[in-house]
């Protein structure tokens, strides 16, 4: 679960703490401040796809084959990356595209149902309660798609082993080096957001999953295309 203490939040807002009084000073600090988190965030994007591009379509194939034999995706993530999760899960079940007729697939997130959560946190650890999951629910074929923005999280290892122990196929989306997510081969696709900042890692990953997402949809209509 990622925190911001005192420093953390002088860095971002410095504004907050310059010790002046002058409102118009202040609010040029605070226009200042978005326009470069704005620049920071459109350049990470950009390095993002030019480095991952290819791999995303890629990524993209591989899912599509898996919702066309009839798999499911399952998501999951601690702290924002749980929530980005089970809003990656959300956007493939319950996609909301401009003109509406977006395709919905079978996906859920692990973080979903609270008393699963908190049984296998308490009564085993906290460490099996996604590997706990794809266990009981994953299938060959199905797809398992973890968050991070460390990539050192322990449950998502095991979860990644799991996965790939059970044949799904594996996704991983970490940030800063790719962390000991970098170092499994239990992961099929693995895409790391590389920036020092949680919150600009986070921004980001919400646009590569939510990229994958449409090249999934464009994959399975090629897919269906090429059917006779």
Same mark, same amino acid.
């Given at each position: 679960?990622? /925190?911001?203490?005192? /420093?953390?939040?002088?860095?971002?807002?410095?504004?907050?703490?310059?010790?002046?009084?002058?409102?118009?000073?202040?609010?040029?600090?605070?226009?200042? /401040?978005?326009?470069?988190?704005?620049?920071?965030?459109?350049?990470?994007?950009?390095?993002?796809?030019?480095?991952?591009?290819? =791999?995303?379509?890629?990524?993209? !194939?591989?899912?599509?084959?898996?919702?066309?034999?009839?798999? =499911?995706?399952? &998501?999951?993530? *601690?702290?924002? /990356?749980?929530?980005?999760?089970?809003?990656? &899960?959300?956007?493939?079940? @319950? #996609?909301? @595209?401009?003109?509406? *007729?977006? !395709?919905?697939?079978?996906?859920?997130?692990?973080?979903?149902?609270? &008393?699963?959560?908190?049984?296998?946190?308490?009564?085993?650890?906290?460490?099996?309660?996604?590997?706990?999951?794809?266990?009981?629910?994953? !299938?060959?074929?199905?797809? &398992?798609?973890?968050?991070?923005?460390?990539?050192?999280?322990?449950?998502?290892?095991?979860?990644?082993?799991?996965?790939?122990? =059970?044949?799904?196929?594996?996704?991983?989306?970490?940030?800063?080096?790719?962390?000991?997510?970098?170092?499994?081969?239990?992961?099929?696709?693995?895409?790391?957001?590389?920036? #020092?900042?949680?919150?600009?890692?986070?921004?980001?990953?919400?646009?590569?999953?939510?990229?994958?997402?449409?090249?999934?949809?464009?994959?399975?209509?090629?897919?269906?295309?090429?059917? #006779?």
């Amino acid at each position: 679960m990622d /925190s911001v203490g005192a /420093s953390g939040l002088e860095e971002l807002y410095p504004f907050l703490y310059s010790g002046t009084s002058d409102l118009d000073a202040v609010l040029t600090q605070v226009r200042q /401040s978005t326009v470069e988190k704005a620049r920071e965030i459109v350049a990470l994007r950009r390095q993002v796809l030019e480095s991952d591009g290819e =791999r995303l379509a890629a990524c993209a !194939r591989d899912l599509a084959q898996a919702f066309a034999g009839g798999g =499911r995706l399952l &998501a999951f993530g *601690n702290g924002g /990356s749980s929530t980005d999760a089970q809003d990656l &899960a959300s956007l493939f079940l @319950s #996609p909301d @595209s401009p003109d509406g *007729n977006a !395709r919905p697939l079978p996906a859920f997130g692990l973080t979903n149902d609270i &008393a699963v959560v908190t049984a296998l946190s308490n009564d085993i650890g906290f460490d099996v309660v996604f590997s706990r999951q794809v266990g009981a629910f994953g !299938r060959r074929g199905d797809i &398992a798609v973890g968050l991070s923005t460390s990539g050192n999280s322990a449950n998502l290892l095991a979860a990644f082993d799991e996965a790939a122990r =059970r044949g799904l196929v594996t996704v991983g989306i970490a940030g800063y080096d790719g962390g000991k997510m970098a170092e499994l081969s239990s992961i099929d696709h693995l895409f790391v957001v590389p920036s #020092p900042s949680v919150h600009r890692i986070q921004e980001a990953q919400t646009t590569l999953y939510h990229a994958l997402w449409e090249l999934t949809l464009g994959a399975l209509d090629d897919l269906e295309g090429e059917q #006779p």
